[in-house]
Each structure stands twice: as C-alpha cells, then as structure tokens.
C-alpha cells in the first residue's frame, strides 16, 4: 500500500496555520466594535492599541526566518501555534478598561503570527509537486482565516462575550499545535531542499533585482492590503447601516436578535470567502499556466479600480470592491513568494522570506494609524482609498521591472520525514 504523501502532511498543517494566523491577526477589528462599547471608548482609540502588534508582525518576521533556518520550518510552526494560542488566551482574560495590559497581549498575538509567513510558504512551496496549485489550496485556507475573522468574533460575541472571541481561537490553535508537535516526533513531517527550476539562477544578480523591485511593491500592497483588512469594517458600518438595521428589525420582529456587529463581520467574511476560491482557482489555472511577471503586473493594475469603488461607491459598491481587492490580492501574493523561493537559496529560505514580510508586514501600522487618522479628521476613508489608488498606479508601473519567464520546475524526491526522536 503506497504511504501517504508527506507533502500533503505539511501542506495541511501549514493551511491550517495560514487560516488561524490571519483569522487571529485580524479578528481584533471587529472585536473592537464591541470593545468600545464595553469599554465606553472610541473605537479607533482602540484600534491604535494594535499598531505596536501590528509593527511586531512585520519586524518580528526576520528574526523568525533565521530560527526556522536554524531550527527547522516544522518545529517553528509548532511555536507559532502555541505562542498565538496562549497570546490570544491572554487577550481575553484582561481585566475591564485596562489598555496597557491589552495592547501587551495584541503584542504577543502580532509577535507569535509573525512567524507564519516567514516559515509556513516557503515550507509548502519546497515540499510541493505542484507549487502553484499548493499555493492555492494554502491561500485558499488563508482566506477562510480572513473570512472567519469576521463570523468567528461575530458569533461567539452573541452567544457569549467578547473573551470569549479571543479564548475560543487561542485553545483551537494550542490544539493543533499539539496534534502536530506528536507528528513530528513519530517522523511523519519533515522538510526538503527547494527544487531546481529551468532559467532560474538564485542568487546573485538576479536575486538582487526581483527583492528589490518587490521590496517597493510589497512596502506599498502592504499598506493597501492592511487598509482594505482593518477599513473595511468601518466602511460597512457606514455604508450599509441602513440595510443592517432593517435586517436587524426584521429578524427582532420574527424573535431574532442579533447585534450589528454580527453583520458587518458578516459582510467582511464576504470578501474573503470569494477571494479564497478564487484564489484557489488562479492557483493551477494562472500562475501554473501563464509568466509570473505579466500575472503580477495585471493585478496591480486592477487594484487601481478597486480602490476607487471602495473610496467613491455606495455600500454594495464598496463590498464589490473589497472582493476585487482581495481577489487581485490573492494573485499578486503567492507569485511574490514563488519568485522568492525561486531565487533565493533553499539554506536561506527562511531569511528570504523574514526579509519579505519585514517589508509587507511592517507597512501595515502605516495603514492602521492612517485609518485612525483619516477617520477622525474627516469622518469617512474615502480620501484614504483615493491615495490608495494613485499607489496602485506605482505599484504597477515598478512591477514592470520584473524579470521575465516563467520557468519550469524540475521535480525533485519527495521531501524528508523528520527522523523520529
């Protein structure tokens, strides 16, 4: 009987890490529309409690790049997981109004999902047949993260509290840190060298060239992304607060009652619900078929429109445009990482990929302080998404710097099982 393949073990456990990494990186947006309440504070007084983890999400990437190096992409991923978990655990158990001990905890959530993207991507693209097609499925996963962070607090807020938001996810995540730390001691996960690919030099010149033009246009999709993540919310609020509350009525008038945040979470899981098989899709179908270059390039240029409908439309204009958004988003963010793992030596993959988050990452306190900004000065984001989509058109004009090709992948063996200890 032919033995299970262990790249579909560690594609699994880093789907997994992908969806409970951004569902509890993000899901303080929405807990925060609760928060302000209990709490009697402004909601975005709050929201700039997370800009120091926001900061440690990005910075905290390289340093977790060099310990995967050194101590293995698995046993780090058994890390994040139980570091997240006890993090998030800590976040729910802070006593009433007391934003110091908050926004330490937020720390530990931003410091320990860190390590995800450092580790996880380029675990699954050295271990996959296919990378494409893994990248989908893993995006896939990481979308469904983003879309539960709106349900997840949404529904656990209305049929218990908002602790209960954060405890929930922090003991899910422990769990399955644990289910994977007892297989890799019975040797059933482990790790390989990144396979060659025909027309790919790494190192060198060319990896010079491709960090750094995507080090300016994953900076600026950085800011773009976090904007869209933690805006949306607010953007619904005001945009379809007439169609919630006659949502809501009716439902009250059947004996349902529900709290505004349920749907405007709901709203937000929309967008990542789409993008997720859509993104699954463009896995085997776009980036396995057509150049990288001409894929990344299109999507850039598209995101200009989005950013457009999210500045200037009505509430289902705006909802379209924050699909498009994670929709383009989703094109553009696994052929940053193949691009990566292709030109970067496999021995320093995990730095590769510290480097690449430090930059994407550590962008977004610009986006989350920018929305605090622009929210209390004028009320609304749409002068935000309006400079969003004149970044758009840079993003795009720089992506044109890219090396060419596609290139293609020259299999390697089947990677390693962790010898057993």
């Known amino acids: 009987m032919k033995s299970p393949d262990p790249g ?3 594609l699994l456990f880093s789907s997994i890490g992908h969806a409970l990494m951004h569902l509890m990186t993000a899901f303080y947006a929405v807990i925060v529309l609760t928060l302000a309440i209990a709490w009697k504070l402004p909601a975005e007084d709050l929201l700039r409690l997370y800009a120091p983890a926001s900061i440690l999400l990005g910075v905290m990437s390289l340093p977790a790049g060099w310990a995967s190096d050194r101590f293995g992409a698995p046993a780090m991923m058994v890390v ?3 570091g997240l978990g006890l993090s998030s655990i800590a976040c729910g158990l802070v006593p009433t109004g007391d934003t110091f001990a908050l926004s330490l905890a937020l720390c530990g959530i931003g410091a320990f999902g860190a390590i ?10 050295r271990t996959a047949r296919e990378q494409g097609y893994a990248m989908g499925v893993n995006g896939l996963w990481g979308s469904a993260g983003l879309a539960l962070y709106g349900i997840v607090p949404g529904v656990l807020i209305t049929l218990a509290s908002w602790r209960a938001a954060f405890i929930v996810p922090g003991i899910v995540c422990i769990a399955v840190g644990a289910v994977l730390f007892v297989e890799i001691r019975r040797g059933r996960i482990g790790d390989r060298p990144m396979p060659t690919t025909h027309g790919v030099t790494n190192g ?13 246009t994953m900076a600026l999709e950085g800011i773009t992304w976090a904007a869209v993540m933690f805006g949306a919310a607010l953007v619904f609020q005001q945009r379809l607060g007439d169609q919630i509350a006659w949502l809501r009525d009716s439902l009250t008038s059947w004996g349902f009652v529900t709290q505004a945040v349920l749907w405007v979470g709901l709203a937000t899981s929309m967008i990542y619900i789409v993008s997720g098989v859509a993104q699954y899709a463009m896995g085997r179908r776009v980036i396995d078929r057509y150049p990288l270059k001409t ?5 850039s240029a598209l995101q200009v429109g989005a950013m457009l409908a999210l500045a200037m439309g009505n509430g289902y204009v705006a909802l379209a445009g924050a699909i498009a958004s994670a929709i383009l988003s989703s094109a553009a963010g696994p052929v940053e990482n193949i691009l990566i793992a292709r030109y970067t030596p496999s021995r320093y993959h995990g730095l590769g990929f510290g480097a690449k988050f430090v930059v994407a990452l550590g962008a977004s306190p610009i986006a989350i302080l ?9 009320g609304s984001l749409e002068l935000l998404f309006l400079g969003l989509a004149a ?6 004009l720089v992506a044109l710097l890219l090396p060419g090709g596609r290139g293609q992948e020259v299999r390697s063996p089947a990677p390693q099982a962790a010898p057993a200890e």
Do not use: C
């Open 116 to 125: 995800y993207h450092s580790v996880g991507i380029g675990w699954v693209i």
């Open 8 to 10: 579909r073990r560690v």
């Open 391 to 396: 970044t758009s058109v840079v993003i795009t």
């Open 80 to 82: 994040m997981f139980a």
């Open 295 to 299: 894929t990344y390039v299109v999507a």
């Open 370 to 378: 920018a929305i605090a900004w622009v929210q209390e000065s004028t």
């Open 204 to 216: 060198g010149r060319n990896f010079w060239r491709v960090f750094s033009v995507l080090s300016v």
